[in-house]
């Protein structure tokens, strides 16, 4: 049996108190479980699974877009994630570094891993979703060349020359230009 949801207007709340709503009420329970390293995680599908019914509810859309941007000799994937009442949007983005070599990866794969990462933790910006450990997490030492920060103070700007964008990196990251974060590169 198929059921059809539909959406029905609550009230005329602002597009911030109904983020505030779902930020309050989304369960994303860490649901996959990694053999190798022994923990706990969810992942961005978990996330957007567990949003469809708060969105819907709502009257909210969700999209997702990645961009690459080079820094130094890094490409890093930027996830925006864009939440829209038909009106008003609320935009939050984060990054992952594309590592240059993982075992058994091609280059479609590293770049999908850093997609995926940069997607997640861009969702975990906006909705607020906290990724420290818990009872439930044995994480395991950090061996990524993952960086992730997220970008919650509005909307991307997209006119930054690459020497802006080196310099932000290297406040963020707060490493030395001999790094590899040279705007000289």
């Known amino acids: 049996m198929c059921t059809l949801l539909t959406y029905t207007p609550m009230t005329t709340q602002s597009l911030h108190d109904k983020l505030v709503q779902i930020q309050s009420e989304l369960k994303a329970p860490k649901g996959q479980y990694n053999k190798f390293g022994e923990y706990y995680y969810r992942s961005c599908e978990d996330i957007q699974e567990a949003l469809k019914p708060l969105l819907l509810a709502r009257g909210l859309t ?31 983005s984060a990054f992952a570094r594309e590592t240059w070599e993982r075992p058994k990866f091609d ?11 940069a997607r997640k933790y861009a969702l975990n910006g906006l909705f607020c979703i906290d990724d420290t450990k818990d009872a439930d997490t044995q994480e395991p030492p950090n061996k990524t060349n993952h960086a992730a920060l997220s970008n919650i103070s509005g909307p991307v700007q997209t006119d930054k020359t690459n020497d802006q964008l080196v310099a932000e990196a290297n406040a963020v990251f707060n490493t030395k230009p001999k790094l590899g974060f040279s705007p000289k590169q």
Request: aromatic residues 8%; without cysteine; hydrophobic residues 35%.
């Open 62 to 92: 969700l999209t997702i877009s990645d961009a690459v941007v080079a820094v130094g000799n890094y490409n890093y994937i930027q996830a925006t994630v864009k939440l829209s009442d038909g009106t008003d949007t609320i935009e939050v």
């Open 107 to 117: 280059s479609s794969q590293l770049t999908g891993s850093a997609s995926s990462y």
